[in-house]
């Protein structure tokens, strides 16, 4: 399939994306001078801006590449969970899969920037699990999405802050499986050997070392594969696409295996980054491409997003571009 068709189908997907919904808010200034209260650099704000973080992210990602994205959360009932609402519609992303809950708080990250330096990150947030209730509420919600979008793909997209505790990961899975849709997971440390049987898992490095509590040389491509044999053993995961930084990304399935270098970039920001490369790993995934290509294309996508600051979603058409001379090559 060349990039152009795929691209074209990729128009075509629907996509859940169940996972922790966040607000990126961004003071954009300047440092003059350091404070007589305290040894820190006072920041002159000139800008401020919100945008869409976590699981919205990866949603961003995959309109811009012209599929149809459903995220699922459950967020706060608060003045944060509004300005959520607002920026999803602005972004043309739906709001039906958001649930409220009066036990939650939004999670938002404020990020203090001067120039391209990143000075301070605030986060608030509640990273307690969902309480039983809103763990049923949203697993009966996802089944009512699936009956009614018929999804391509759903990606579980863990940060850790409470939406996917075990029994959502296991639903999830669940009517997955019973609906014969495909499942990609960007996990984290705290529910890693959770996803059992997904067909896609993508970690990063540090996170394979933290999951598997081991040490993992990022350029040897064999302690990597050792890594990913173990884990593979542990979750039972049809396939497995580790992003190792600079060393490109390295995906395994079956007897297949490939060790994708990264490109020569001028990285900015690698905020969102991991977002972006699960996105079209999972868009890739639904349209069946072949595991090689899935693995490129997120990679290319991964490294275009780290020469901008701040977290923005892939451009379609640098990616495509870059993807058609690749196939080139």
Known sequence: MNPKDAF??????????VGDVMLDAYLWGRVERISPEAPVPVVHVTERSERLGGAANVALNMRSLGANPVVVSMIGNDIHADQLDRLFTERGLSTQGLLRSPQRRTTVKTRVISGHQHIVRV???????LPPADERSLLAHIGKLIAEHRPGVIVLEDYNKGVLTEAVIEGVIMLARANGIPTAVDPKKKNFFTYKGVDLFKPNLKELREGLKTEIIAGDVT?????????EERLGNAASLITLSEHGVYVHRGNEEHLIPAHRRTIADVS???????????????????LRTLAAWSNLAGGLVCEQVGVAPIDRAALLSECEELDQR
């Open 223 to 231: 302690s990597v594969r050792t890594a990913v044999r173990h884990l």
């Open 123 to 129: 986060d608030e947030e509640i990273e307690a699990d």
């Open 8 to 17: 074209d189908r990729f128009a075509g997907t629907t996509a859940l994306v």
């Open 272 to 290: 969102g980054a991991g977002d972006t490369v699960i996105a079209v790993a999972a868009l890739c995934l639904a349209i069946g491409s072949d």
